[in-house]
């Protein structure tokens, strides 16, 4: 039982990492983007491509997939994404599905179409057990490392947002981009930096998620609701509430698949409609925004 | 010309709208070979009608609509297997079923911005996928509901028709209930219901200022929209004989919205013209390239929505900024 929470804690911080940057780009820019799934695969790619054809170690692939992907998401918002962002929904979502279909293909192209294997390094692949009996909590060192990386990237990014200057910026422009903008405020280089640090987030999460959620061409579509859920249930206007999204979310998912194994995806789509029902705008906004 | 008359001017009939059903009956007739193609473009030009019903003229976006299809798809072929294998009683079930569960769920999709109708539209029809792998002893789960038989269509004062292989019957079928449906909800889009939709989907509050219910009327347009997805997914499992998990996956949301886009939202063309085009596109980009024939319609998409999806049907806006 602990031991499937803990894994439901590493489950779930992955998750978090996952989504961030769309929740902040939904916030941001009112902006949905179904193809938030696939800048996770290009990380993920990045990962398992140095690791196999390069040679790289694993710890030197991670930074190497979030800069990747940060620098392939500035590219596509400048390019492709701004045009976007005053248009209705509908046309937003089939873009993004557009694009998400375009990478599926893509990759299946270029590296084929099999789940990819990460070789961890041994260090990885120790495992703590306390106590015994049901109550045994065992932890592998791998799920422990995600979360530790995980708590201080939500530690650092709350920090960056509610000490400094460019957080400041941020807030502002989420709150009233027009009104940010008047002020002087530059918002267009506000969110071409925050989309490429998302983006980059997602990389980040896809390779570190590589070994847990598995990794081939279908990933942006399969996880796709996942990252959906996250945003809509915790609500886009903070980090707490996607964090906690992230955490139920996971903690419900592993329980649900190892106890009623047949139902386990049910439960989660049941609690999603439930609790938007609920509350349409997320659990943890404040009301009355758009 | 008076007022009365100008307020009716877009409830007539053109002369191309006659002249293009007269052209795709006879198409039908002409080309028998392609009867199983006629067949697949008939229900999801059905399809796409009935989600344009929602998405063009109530504006409600929807990414699980493939929920009320297979659920029609479901009871059809579960009906005609337990109970009865006419196929025109069977058709009815299934939009009954369609249009009961379009009921249920109306509920859920009048509160929130377009993300939370954009999940909770997702959730149902991932709710009922995951219902419908459960119950494997009912719909035979993953491998698919078999041995469905349909019994001969029986049109009064016309004759008997055994569906055959060659998918002649079906096609004529599927397309005479297309044709059906069509004139059904023209009828529907210039009354004074359809009008009052398309005042919601511009402006809500001023729908109700006039003393108008959104609500009710939203339940209504979802509804009906639900029911006519029910009739097309019966219609797919009358025709082949099958039904599988397939009817409730992601995939067939995001098809018919395609094809709907492509046909143009907001005019019930759209949903015809929209499949034809979808079809001709998947049928000559999958011989083309059979793997990656996503990559070309992904491409297609984004292509399409930055360039703007309403010049594609206007050919004259294409060279002008």
Not at chain 2, 138 to 158: C, E, H, R, W
Not at chain 2, 206 to 234: C, D, F, K, W
Request: proline residues 4%; charged residues 10%.
């Amino acid at each position: 039982m602990p031991t499937l929470l803990f894994d439901g804690i590493a489950y779930g911080m992955l998750l978090f990492v996952l989504s961030l940057g769309l929740a902040v780009t939904m916030g941001l820019m009112n902006f949905i983007n179904l193809a938030h799934g696939a800048f996770a695969m290009a990380g993920g790619y990045v990962l398992v491509l140095l690791m196999q054809r390069a040679g790289w170690p694993f710890l030197a692939c991670l930074p190497a997939a979030f800069v990747a992907t940060a620098l392939a998401g500035a590219l596509l918002e400048r390019t492709l994404y701004r045009p976007m962002y005053g248009k209705p929904h509908l046309d937003q979502v089939l873009f993004s599905i557009g694009l998400t279909f375009m990478s599926v293909a893509a990759v299946d192209f270029f590296v084929g179409s099999q789940q990819q294997i990460v070789q961890l390094p041994e260090m990885f692949k120790h495992r703590f057990e306390f106590g015994s009996g049901p109550w045994m909590l065992g932890m592998g060192a791998y799920r422990l490392f995600i979360i530790a990386l995980c708590v201080v990237l939500a530690l650092s990014l709350q920090a960056l947002l509610a000490r400094t200057r460019f957080g400041s910026r941020l807030r502002a422009a989420v709150d009233d981009p027009r009104v940010a903008a008047g002020l002087g405020i530059p918002v267009d280089r506000v969110f071409l930096l925050t989309f490429a640090f998302g983006s980059g987030l997602a990389g980040l999460g896809g390779a570190l998620g590589a070994d847990i959620l598995g990794l081939d061409p279908s990933f942006p579509l399969k996880y796709m609701v996942y990252f959906l859920i996250v945003c809509a249930v915790g609500g886009t206007s903070s980090i707490t509430g996607p964090l906690v999204a992230a955490l139920v979310l996971g903690i419900a998912d592993v329980m649900g698949k190892y106890y009623v194994p047949k139902l386990g995806a049910f439960i989660v789509y049941a609690l999603m409609i439930a609790i938007l029902l609920w509350r349409p705008q997320g659990l943890f906004t404040r009301e009355g925004r758009r | 010309m008076s007022a009365a008359e100008r307020l009716r001017a877009p409830a007539r009939w053109r002369a191309w709208e006659i002249a293009l059903w007269v052209v795709i009956w006879g198409a039908q007739f002409g080309f028998a070979g392609h009867a199983a193609l006629v067949n697949e473009i008939a229900i999801l030009a059905l399809f796409a009608l009935s989600l344009d019903l929602i998405l063009g003229y109530a504006g409600i976006v929807s990414l699980g609509h493939a929920a009320y299809f297979g659920t029609g798809a479901y009871v059809a072929a579960l009906f005609a297997k337990h109970v009865m294998p006419d196929p025109l009683v069977g058709l009815a079930v299934g939009t009954l079923a369609g249009a009961l569960l379009g009921l249920l769920t109306s509920p859920m999709i009048v509160r929130g911005s377009d993300l939370t109708r954009l999940m909770v539209t997702m959730g149902v029809a991932l709710v009922l996928y995951e219902l419908a792998n459960k119950f494997d002893n009912i719909t035979g789960g993953a491998d698919g509901l078999q041995g469905v038989v349909m019994g001969p269509l029986i049109v009064p004062f016309v004759g008997r028709f055994d569906f055959d292989l060659g998918a002649r019957t079906a096609s004529f079928y599927s397309l005479g209930v297309l044709f059906g449906a069509f004139l059904l909800l023209r009828r529907i889009v210039h009354s004074p219901l359809g009008i009052s939709l398309q005042a919601l989907r511009d402006n809500r509050l001023r729908l109700a200022a006039i003393g108008l219910s959104v609500n009710g009327r939203l339940a209504a347009v979802y509804t009906l929209g639900a029911a006519l997805a029910g009739t097309a997914g019966a219609l797919l499992a009358q025709t082949t004989g099958f039904a599988s998990l397939d009817v409730f996956d992601f995939h067939r949301s995001a098809d018919v919205m395609l094809a709907l886009v492509v046909g143009g939202v907001g005019w019930l063309w759209g949903g015809i013209i929209g499949a034809i085009a979808f079809k001709l596109m998947h049928d000559l980009l999958s011989a083309f390239t059979p793997q990656y024939w996503t990559f070309w319609i992904g491409l297609f998409l984004v292509a399409l929505m930055l360039l703007g999806r309403e010049r594609l049907l206007r050919p004259w806006t294409w060279w002008r900024r």
